[in-house]
T-cell receptor, first 113, second 114 residues
Framework: GQQLNQSPQSMFIQEGEDVSMNCTSSSIFNTWLWYKQDPGEGPVLLIALYKAGELTSNGRLTAQFGITRKDSFLNISASIPSDVGIYFCAGANYGGSQGNLIFGKGTKLSVKP | EAGVAQSPRYKIIEKRQSVAFWCNPISGHATLYWYQQILGQGPKLLIQFQNNGVVDDSQLPKDRFSAERLKGVDSTLKIQPAKLEDSAVYLC????????????FGPGTRLLVL
């Protein structure tokens, strides 16, 4: 099945640093979502984007819906140890009651305390 | 509000055996999803239910996988017979109205096929 290209695959950062990750697709989407998954848990929604060019923040997290509708970006500012986990992007074309999520392979974030 | 419940949390079986997973969605959520998440990948949708009807099962390997949602609440996913490549985490999610951003995921069932 289709999957999105997410990069980087993993990253180690120093606490307090900013983090950037991105997601690209060969297809356009009308919705982009960013999730965080902790070990042994299901993904938890961080940010949802609905319009090309949209920039949305959730605390220290900021995400953007790319102009081409084929990409999205997530930034985490001033990282802290609890930011450790796997971050997934997901795209969807929502219409009616349907809009299946297509997920990226994830970016594994590790923070050095 | 209680979240999506799944059981068992872990299961180890041998290839060619059968296995079943159970999901109890958030109360009132009409839409229920089963995802397969192989290690190192993102979740992949297997099947979507709206109440007790199937909306999308295009990626469900129907020769070995089956799912049902009797009475439009709980759901079970079955694999018969299991193959080594079925080792994965099986996630259940539910949604009030089917919009992607309204999906809530359960903790998943981790399956290991030996």
């Amino acid at each position: 099945g289709q999957q999105l290209n997410q990069s980087p695959q993993s990253m180690f950062i120093q606490e307090g640093e900013d983090v950037s990750m991105n997601c690209t697709s060969s297809s356009i989407f009308n919705t982009w979502l960013w999730y965080k998954q902790d070990p042994g848990e299901g993904p938890v929604l961080l940010i949802a984007l609905y319009k090309a060019g949209e920039l949305t923040s959730n605390g220290r997290l900021t995400a953007q819906f790319g102009i081409t509708r084929k990409d999205s970006f997530l930034n985490i500012s001033a990282s802290i140890p609890s930011d450790v986990g796997i971050y997934f992007c997901a795209g969807a074309n929502y219409g009616g009651s349907q809009g299946n999520l297509i997920f990226g392979k994830g970016t594994k974030l590790s923070v050095k305390p | 509000e209680a979240g999506v419940a799944q059981s068992p949390r872990y299961k180890i079986i041998e290839k060619r055996q059968s296995v079943a997973f159970w999901c109890n969605p958030i109360s009132g959520h009409a839409t229920l999803y089963w995802y397969q998440q192989i290690l190192g990948q993102g979740p992949k949708l297997l099947i979507q239910f709206q109440n007790n009807g199937v909306v999308d099962d295009s990626q469900l390997p129907k020769d070995r996988f089956s799912a049902e949602r009797l009475k439009g609440v709980d759901s079970t996913l079955k694999i018969q017979p299991a193959k080594l490549e079925d080792s994965a985490v099986y996630l259940c999610a539910s949604s009030l109205r089917g919009a992607p951003e309204t999906q809530y995921f359960g903790p998943g069932t981790r399956l290991l096929v030996l």
